[in-house]
């Protein structure tokens, strides 16, 4: 299982137009999870993120910040699933 963390807040634009690419990245996979978080419900993710959202951990490490390539967290996701 790979777990995808978005980490987030309401009203950033960017993290509106990351939202759909990595829903449908995720969604692609049967053993892929997607968490969506907001820096606004959590002092730690706020003051680690707050000048990098929207951000993306996959298994809790970083693999983007403010713009996600879809073909680059398919391949990040399919390597981290072995396939």
């Known amino acids: 299982m790979v777990e995808i963390t978005l980490i987030?807040?309401?009203?950033c634009h960017l993290c509106d137009d990351a939202r759909p690419i990595v829903e449908r990245v995720v969604?692609?996979?049967?053993?892929?999870?997607?968490?969506?978080?907001?820096i606004?419900?959590?002092p730690?993710?706020?003051?680690?993120y707050s000048d990098d959202i929207p951000v993306v951990l996959i298994?809790?490490?970083q693999h983007s910040a403010w713009r996600?390539?879809?073909?680059?967290?398919?391949?990040?996701?399919?390597?981290?699933?072995?396939?």
């Open 8 to 11: 987030t807040k309401p009203g």
């Open 27 to 38: 969604a692609g996979f049967d053993q892929a999870t997607l968490t969506e978080l907001s």
């Open 40 to 42: 606004l419900d959590d």
């Open 44 to 48: 730690a993710l706020a003051e680690r």
């Open 59 to 61: 298994d809790g490490r």
């Open 68 to 83: 996600v390539d879809e073909a680059k967290l398919t391949d990040r996701i399919r390597t981290r699933l072995g396939a």
